[in-house]
């Protein structure tokens, strides 16, 4: 079975500085490694994913991921953050085995101010 | 848009009535999925479709049932809802292995 930890329920940042959220996982299988926002009141929207390949992911508006193996970890980074970034971030984890049954952090609230 | 309606999107119900809640994919995606969302859990799976009357369980299933007899929609349904089921539900669908997965929009089900 696998596990996901993310290590800040919120996260408070100011506009233009940067951010990064923290996830760790377990498992004992390899995995696929996901990060999803989600926007009040709405789904959830991929922003990137690692499957293989390059440890450094680059995904939509900006965001970027590094899968660290020795430190089972896959955090969030942005390097300059909007207002419009304010919202929830989940890390997800799914066996390389079972597509889509996803193991989901409680999740991280980033709320971005002036 | 990826193609998913979830209905309804906001239900009342009392304890011990069944509700059946449904996503329709228009994507001819294969697998299908069932998630709850409560604070502090992110999502959970509820149950999940591999096609057409194929379906399993997921960590949370017990007092829920699916159907999938198209591959267009798939049906959950609590045959008596209880309180600890109030809760955002959230279909998601996957066309195969590797792609990406996309989610509606939610359904906010409240039992009083």
């Known amino acids: 079975a696998q596990s996901v930890t993310q290590l800040d329920s919120q996260v408070p940042v100011f506009e233009e500085a940067p951010v990064e959220l923290r996830c760790n996982y377990s498992?004992?299988?390899?995995?696929?490694l996901f990060w999803y926002v989600q926007y009040p009141n709405q789904g959830l929207q991929l922003l990137l994913k690692?499957?293989?390949?390059?440890?450094l992911v680059k995904g939509i508006n900006g965001f970027e991921a590094e899968f660290n193996k020795s430190q089972t970890s896959f955090h969030l980074r942005k390097p300059s953050v909007h207002i419009s970034d304010t919202a929830e971030y989940f890390c997800?984890?799914?066996?390389?085995?079972?597509?889509?049954?996803?193991?989901f952090g409680a999740g991280t609230q980033v709320v971005v101010t002036p | 848009d990826a193609g998913i309606t979830q209905s309804p999107r906001h239900k009342v119900t009392e304890t011990g009535t069944p509700v059946t809640l449904r996503c329709h994919q228009t994507?001819?995606?294969?697998?299908m999925y069932w998630y709850r969302q409560d604070p502090g859990h992110g999502l959970r799976l509820i149950h999940y479709?591999?096609?057409?009357?194929?379906?399993d369980k997921g960590e949370v299933s017990d007092g829920y049932s699916v159907s999938r007899s198209k591959t267009e929609d798939f049906l959950l349904t609590l045959e008596s809802a209880t309180s600890s089921q109030t809760s955002v539900y959230f279909c998601a669908i996957s066309e195969a292995d590797g792609n990406t997965i996309y989610f509606g929009e939610g359904s906010w089900l409240t039992v009083v």
């Open positions: 498992s004992s299988v390899s995995v696929y």
């Open positions: 994507e001819n995606h294969r697998y």
């Open positions: 479709s591999y096609g057409v009357k194929d379906t």
């Open positions: 997800a984890v799914t066996a390389t085995d079972s597509w889509g049954k996803f193991q």
């Open positions: 690692y499957l293989s390949g390059s440890t």
